[in-house]
T-cell receptor, first 111, second 115 residues
Framework: DAKTTQPNSMESNEEEPVHLPCNHSTISGTDYIHWYRQLPSQGPEYVIHGLTSNVNNRMASLAIAEDRKSSTLILHRATLRDAAVYYCTPGSGGSNYKLTFGKGTLLTVNP | DTEVTQTPKHLVMGMTNKKSLKCEQHMGHRAMYWYKQKAKKPPELMFVYSYEKLSINESVPSRFSPECPNSSLLNLHLHALQPEDSALYLC??????????????FGSGTQLSVL
């Protein structure tokens, strides 16, 4: 399984952009990169996923390095509601595929 | 409806009790999952059901017994638990199991305390 490395914690100010990095240097060519977040007292919530191209949705943008060894989740304007643990995880597919979580990054948003 | 509903939200049980956790989804998803999460740790996968059949068991002790009576329901039966089993138990679902681009939808969890 591909291993991911994320900073333990990051801090941001409200209404500023946030760039959350993830290193996944052992990812295989067919693995998708998924991001989930977990708000306090909630279950994880899907944020975004991508394979090679950069991806945008209403929640965030995902920038994937050309060599696919790293990616960055971008929150364009952080709000207090974005304070959460953000998990980056590779998705390989197959009958034995299981979504697993690393330690994630705890994002604090200051007012 | 994109909700995964888990009941109860909180449960306290003794080590000799038998209890069940319930999970329900009405999104037509055919894969359902149980995760366990200890405080300040990431969720850990326990079981995966695909089309109501157990697909993955992550070597979970037999005191945890999953059941998938139909495509909308997932239960986790608990018996003779230990205090170290106290944790947040999360249920999730996805359209199918095994697609690399599959999205999982999680419930809010059941906070279990074993005394």
């Amino acid at each position: 399984d591909a291993k991911t490395t994320q900073p333990n914690s990051m801090e941001s100010n409200e209404e500023e952009p946030v760039h959350l990095p993830c290193n996944h240097s052992t990812i295989s060519g067919t693995d998708y990169i998924h991001w989930y977040r977990q708000l306090p007292s909630q279950g994880p919530e899907y944020v975004i996923h991508g394979l090679t191209s950069n991806v945008n949705n209403r929640m965030a943008s995902l920038a994937i390095a050309e060599d696919r060894k790293s990616s960055t989740l971008i929150l364009h304007r952080a709000t207090l509601r974005d304070a959460a643990v953000y998990y980056c995880t590779p998705g390989s597919g197959g009958s034995n595929y299981k979504l697993t979580f690393g330690k994630g990054t705890l994002l604090t948003v200051n007012p | 409806d994109t909700e995964v509903t888990q009941t109860p939200k909180h449960l306290v049980m003794g080590m000799t009790n038998k209890k069940s956790l319930k999970c329900e989804q009405h999104m037509g998803h055919r894969a359902m999952y149980w995760y366990k999460q200890k405080a300040k740790k990431p969720p850990e996968l326990m079981f995966v059901y695909s089309y109501e059949k157990l697909s993955i068991n992550e070597s979970v002790p037999s005191r945890f017994s999953p059941e998938c009576p139909n495509s909308s329901l997932l239960n986790l039966h608990l018996h003779a638990l230990q205090p170290e089993d106290s944790a947040l138990y999360l249920c999730a679902s996805s359209q199918v199991q095994g697609a690399a681009n599959e999205k999982l939808f999680f419930g809010s969890g059941t906070q279990l305390s074993v005394l």
